[in-house]
């Protein structure tokens, strides 16, 4: 069983009704004076790169714990409060905010021993607490509840897995938002913690074997490095319940390569210990141990790490793996475990047009999610590969987790749009059925809004896919605010679906007449292997002429003008907008970089920033260098006039480290000739995102929007509901 957990999104109310109320004035948009605090310029810092010296004037930045970078800090955070303060409407947006988020929402039901098992917020809680039922509409009993952790909601639950019998559950914890994570055991029967605790965990799954478990983790950190230093030699042990962690048997170690990642998966059937090692994001090693047997070593069924080998299941001695191998747009094979080597593999479900998102051996059959012009569409196929039944899902769409087991006759998922939060399916494998189970209750209603698909041309001719959401009956006259959403890398696709990347603002946006777009650009994995390659190394300029061609597809036809337009993303999305900035300033009113990779020269040398290389190359690397210094947000700032921009990041980001946000509000403002502010917003006690508290999502949403309202000139309304 796996789950691919997206985190809901919220729709907005429709914007235009009679009872709107503006909070700003659309002539009062005059300048805010803004002076940012000084900020040390050494310039006699540099590095050598294939003979080029390059300049890193603010290295002095990297080390966030330094007493001098929490007081220059501490000084920007000042400025841009200051800075907000000063916005019309960012009260009221807050408010509005709390309002619309505040609904009952669920996650899909897991069966484990004699109870179901989900995830319920009743509106604004800081975190999901875990209930169970007897019955899918009996009573619900508290299991566990997160908000409990701590006072100010930054303690989450970030993975969970139940023992065979289901008696013992096991869960990370998280604090302030970190990937490092502790792991705790709680004994359902009794309702106790028992005294086991795991600690230093990071990118690891929890694979239950009779009365322990399989986990992952690097050695304890240096003091001092825990969110900055470099991650390696990732390890794989077993933990026997009831045992000090001191006693956990070693399971696996690669001495030899230690940026190598290991994780392991245990079949539902308890008879197969499966081991993924990786280098970076895409491609892994495969190896297995049958647990019926005595044996300690791992045989090998792919021991090169150029593609893609998931674990679906097992059916008896035979593993089915979907794979990229031999298909760009994946397919699923069956392997013996007696005979793994390639010339043996069968091949179950080939290769199609369409990208194979994932599949899950529930009941003896197959559920097959495929991308359709990057959304959902599921089909059930025998275990010989023979289609049986395409289920209908309502409109575009994504299936975002799915919760099943091989001996079950039933599955949930929850299906997701832009315009509507998870609803929660119940799949009856054997009516082959699909009906709704839960379905949230906003105070919207999706009528009056409309999602539409457009495709484009990219400077290199490449037809580029894009959603389009606005208000139905829109006039196309340039007038619109508009917010544009991107990421393109690392295999991942951006499919229609509510997250907490989108949820906060899309709403807000369509509620003050503005529209949304997200451009499905190359590197992603929308389209497969091919897709994702053209986006990444000496390519990846493809995904940002991919994504500036869409601003202009959007101006070209009326949408926005440039005068109007925002762009944003996170994270890789970050390093997107960074670019894009940085390349076209004069194409945007504002752009939102979130938790951005923006210098490509050092990435690697923090935390797990060595195993992106395999999408953007190392600029050690003679080959690599030219083209990351070409685009490197940070390095190609330079004096002219930028858009007016609002840089977030996370005091506890250990993934991309704040660093990479500091040097680049640091070099912006030295740099900026124009008179927009560039400011920077540090969100306190949190992390990357994931477990991130729900107040503190509304409270940074509020400020974004409020920015981007402010500085594409659009009077904020406040929607009281539809005549």
Not at 118 to 144: C, H, I, M, P, S
Not at 645 to 654: K, P, R, S, V, W
Request: net charge negative; glycine share 8%; proline share 4%.
């Amino acid at each position: 069983m796996r789950a691919t957990l997206f985190l809901f999104v919220l729709a907005a109310l429709a914007w235009g009704c009679a009872n709107n109320t503006d909070t700003a004035d659309t002539a009062d948009f005059k300048t805010i004076p803004v002076e940012y605090p000084e900020t040390e310029r050494d310039t006699s810092i540099r590095d050598t790169f294939s003979g080029i010296s390059v300049a890193d004037p603010y290295r002095w930045l990297e080390d966030d714990r330094a007493e001098a970078v929490e007081a220059w800090v501490s000084r920007q955070q000042r400025v841009t409060e200051n800075y907000l303060n000063a916005l019309p409407g960012r009260a009221e947006l807050r408010s509005r905010l709390k309002k619309l988020w505040n609904y009952e929402r669920y996650t899909a039901p897991v069966k484990a021993g004699d109870f179901y098992y989900f995830f319920k917020n009743d509106g604004l809680q800081d975190q999901d607490v875990l209930y169970r039922q007897t019955e899918l509409n009996g009573a619900e009993e508290l299991v566990l509840d997160p908000n409990t952790f701590s006072r100010d909601g930054s303690v989450s639950v970030s993975g969970y897995a139940f023992s065979d019998d289901g008696t013992l559950m096991a869960y990370q914890r998280s604090e302030a938002g970190s990937d490092w994570k502790t792991i705790f055991v709680k004994d359902l029967e009794s309702g106790r913690h028992l005294a086991d605790t795991v600690r230093w965990v990071k990118f690891s799954n929890i694979a239950w074997y009779k009365d322990g478990f399989f986990y992952s983790r690097y050695p304890k950190p240096k003091e001092g490095e825990a969110y900055s230093g470099s991650n390696q030699f990732h390890q794989l042990y077993y933990h026997q319940v009831g045992t000090a962690q001191e006693e956990d048997e070693l399971v696996f170690a690669d001495r030899i390569n230690p940026r190598r990642n290991v994780y392991a998966s245990v079949t539902d059937d308890q008879r197969f210990l499966v081991l993924s090692q990786s280098e970076s994001t895409s491609g892994n090693a495969l190896y297995f141990r049958d647990l019926t047997e005595d044996g300690l070593f791992f045989e090998p069924v792919v021991e090169r790490f150029e593609h893609d080998f998931e674990l679906v299941g097992n059916e008896g001695r035979f593993l089915y793996l979907l794979t990229n191998y031999g298909a760009p747009n994946r397919r699923l094979i069956q392997v013996d475990t007696r005979q793994p080597e390639e010339r043996y593999w069968k091949e179950v479900l080939p290769e199609t047009e369409n990208m194979l998102q994932s599949v899950e051996m529930i009941g003896g059959k197959f559920l097959t999610n495929y991308l359709t012009d990057a959304h959902s569409a599921l089909a059930l196929y025998s275990t010989d590969g023979k289609i049986e039944k395409r289920l209908s899902l309502p409109g575009m769409g994504t299936v975002t987790q799915t919760e099943g087991k091989a001996g079950s006759t039933e599955a949930f998922l929850s299906y997701t749009t832009f315009l509507s939060p998870g609803t929660i399916y119940r799949l009856d494998l054997q009516e082959e059925s699909l009906l709704p189970y839960k379905q949230p209750e906003l105070d919207f209603d999706q009528e009056y809004y409309e999602v539409r698909q457009v495709t484009y041309q990219s400077y290199d001719g490449t037809s580029i896919p894009m959603f389009i959401i606005s208000k139905k009956g829109l006039t196309l006259d340039g007038s619109h605010p508009t917010l544009l959403y991107g990421y393109g890398g690392f295999n991942i696709p951006i499919t229609p679906a509510f997250n907490r990347t989108r949820s906060m603002l899309f709403p807000l946006v369509l509620e003050n007449g503005g529209v949304c777009a997200v451009a499905n650009i190359r590197g992603g994995g929308e389209f497969g292997t091919a897709w994702h390659k053209a986006g990444t190394k000496h390519n990846k300029q493809n995904v940002f002429d991919d994504f500036q061609a869409a601003a202009e597809y959007l101006i070209a036809n009326k949408y926005t003008s440039a005068s109007k337009l925002a762009i944003h993303g996170r994270s890789n999305g970050g390093l997107l907008v960074g670019a894009c900035l940085t390349q076209r300033p004069d194409l945007y009113a504002v752009a939102l970089p979130a938790v951005g990779v923006l210098d490509m020269l050092r990435y690697h040398q923090f935390t797990i920033g060595w195993a992106w290389a395999s999408d953007y190359g190392r600029a050690d690397e003679e080959e690599d260098f030219d083209y990351l210094y070409a685009y490197s947000p940070l390095h190609n700032v330079s004096k002219q006039a930028y858009p007016a921009t609002l840089i977030t990041t996370a005091d506890h980001d250990d993934r991309v480290v704040p660093a990479h946000s500091f040097k680049f509000a640091a070099a912006l403002q030295y740099h900026q000739q124009g008179e927009e502010p560039v400011l920077l917003r540090v969100e306190k006690s949190a992390g990357h995102g994931a477990g991130q508290s729900t107040a503190s999502l509304i409270e940074q949403a509020a400020d974004m929007l409020a920015f981007m309202f402010y500085h594409t000139e659009t009077p904020i309304r406040l929607s009281e509901g539809e005549e």
